[in-house]
């Protein structure tokens, strides 16, 4: 399934064919943060201007229809959080839990997770009015934040054959080169069926290119999605890293992108 890009009172973004509720995987445009931050940066605690990040953030609540925001202290775990409208925050306010999920079936709450090459997930359940925002590092991915997330949409009522995904733009398996402390970890959790997701070694002994979109994919699939209910984006943030944040390319001189879900709005 192709992403389709839009833009919205400036801002651009991506959003998924089969997802029906309000959502988007944001760009770095449309902002006004400047320098490295430049210019759609929604990261809070990098070093920009906290006036430009309060701007970028209302310019992205006007894009979605945002009206309260829920995000978390993101750790590179599988924590996987449920929210409701007491957890939405202002900018700059105390964070008191960490999570690199959140979950909800409050309707007009909008959840995010924030990345720069990690893996984004969204969830919904149109049936029940249920979503979820996952943040997939490579920690994340092979502790199956995936699989967690779908076990708690699943405690709120959900029914894994009636959940939709969308894994957005991250380091494709172009880019995602690692040691073999990572596919020893993506082998861990698929067994035989990792060896997919992996290449290498190649001319250069212990190192390999590791696809976390693919591994992210076969664990919905294992917790029970269908895989005509999840798409992928093709982007790799660390090629198009004019486009979108990447940490990798940056070497960390850089912002954050956020994948946002509107729990129970229609687009």
């Known amino acids: 399934m192709d992403f389709i890009e839009k833009c919205s009172e400036g801002v651009a973004f991506l959003t998924a064919p089969n997802i ?10 449309g902002g006004v943060s400047r320098g490295i931050f430049a ?4 990261g809070e605690n990098l070093g920009d201007e906290p006036e430009a990040v309060r701007e970028n953030y209302r310019r992205l609540r006007a894009a ?8 978390t202290k993101q750790v590179h775990g599988n924590t996987v959080r449920y929210v409701t409208s007491a957890d939405a925050r202002e900018l700059y306010g105390p964070l008191p839990y960490e999570a690199d999920g959140i979950v909800t079936d409050r309707p007009g709450l909008a959840l995010v997770a924030f990345t720069a090459d990690c893996i984004p997930i969204l969830l919904c359940d149109p049936a029940r ?21 779908v076990k708690a949409m699943a405690g709120l009522g959900s029914r894994p054959g009636d959940i939709l995904a969308a894994i957005g733009p991250g380091i494709s398996r172009c880019c995602f080169e690692t040691g073999p ?39 919905l699939i ?21 486009k979108f944040w990447s940490h990798r390319a940056t070497g960390g001189r850089r912002g954050s992108q956020g994948a946002v879900i509107v729990n129970g709005e229609g687009l």
Do not use: Q
């Open 181 to 219: 402390e990572v596919p020893e970890a993506v082998m861990a959790v698929l067994g035989r069926e990792g060896r997919e997701y992996i290449d290498g070694p190649g001319r250069e002994e212990n190192k390999f290119f590791v696809d976390l979109k693919g591994v992210n994919r076969a664990l």
């Open 64 to 71: 979605l229809g945002i009206r309260k925001l829920c995000f």
């Open 129 to 149: 009015g249920v979503s979820a925002a996952l943040h997939a590092g490579w920690r994340g991915t092979v502790a199956d934040i995936a699989g967690a997330g």
């Open 222 to 242: 294992r917790a029970g999605l269908s895989p005509e209910n999840i798409a992928v984006s093709e982007a790799c943030t660390v090629c198009e890293s004019e």
């Open 20 to 29: 029906p509720f309000v959502h988007g995987f944001t760009t770095r445009r």
């Open 39 to 42: 210019s759609l940066n929604l």
